[in-house]
């Protein structure tokens, strides 16, 4: 594969801004994220702990928005973010939608309310500043940057022009949000499977 050319697909120009049109003419069996018409690969897969946390954050908020109008989608789900500039398509780790006419059939058009990203060697840079940029640009009200290494969460309010300084919580607080007024998430729930995980490690 020749120099410049982003990992995967050969039809991928690192040069060249990509539409919404383009996305959906690449392959299946390849992830993609389009951010402001630019190309990233998704690749490696997910981690283990990774898609821990993904599993207990999808048990917690889909047994807390059960009955109710908001929902949670796990990835792969695209969330469209398109404007006159350039387009977007991305799939965070977790999207809370709580406006039912921004889904259909391919997904979520428009900004999700609350948006949880999961940190990895391979996505920590883009979570933090090419997806941070698009999200306070797009307005999602509550963007979650997980780290599993550190075992900390930062949550990002927005304030209708940009995002706030974040709400820090450690492994042994209690996250809540300002979308979900009444949520409560003991954090220690969340981090337990991964502290199981690092001993059987350690013992192996």
């Given at each position: ?93 977790l999207s809370v939608i709580c406006d039912p006419s921004k889904l259909d ?43 599993p290494e550190t075992y900390h969460i930062m949550v990002y309010a927005h ?37 199981s995980l690092e001993e059987t490690a350690d013992r192996n």
């Open positions: 594969m020749a120099d410049g050319y982003v990992k995967g697909s050969f039809a991928v120009d690192p040069l060249k801004k990509y539409s919404y049109a383009d996305y959906l003419t690449w392959p299946d069996d390849e992830r993609w994220e389009i951010i402001e018409g630019k190309a990233w690969d998704m690749s490696p897969a997910p981690t283990t702990s990774h898609q821990i946390i993904v599993v207990e954050l999808t048990v917690i908020l889909g047994n807390y928005l059960k009955g109710k109008k908001c929902r949670v989608l796990v990835s792969p789900f695209d969330v469209r973010l398109l404007d006159e500039e350039s387009d977007s398509v991305v799939q965070p780790d059939k391919q997904g979520c058009k428009g900004a999700p309310d609350i948006v949880i990203e999961i940190l990895s060697p391979s996505t920590a840079f883009k979570d933090e500043t090419r997806k941070f940029k698009l999200y306070e640009k797009h307005k999602v009200r509550e963007y979650w940057i997980i780290n304030t209708g022009s940009e995002y706030a300084k974040p709400d820090y919580y450690r492994k042994n607080d209690i996250l809540k949000s300002q979308v979900l007024e009444d949520l409560e998430i003991p954090l220690a729930e969340v981090f337990s499977e991964l502290e």
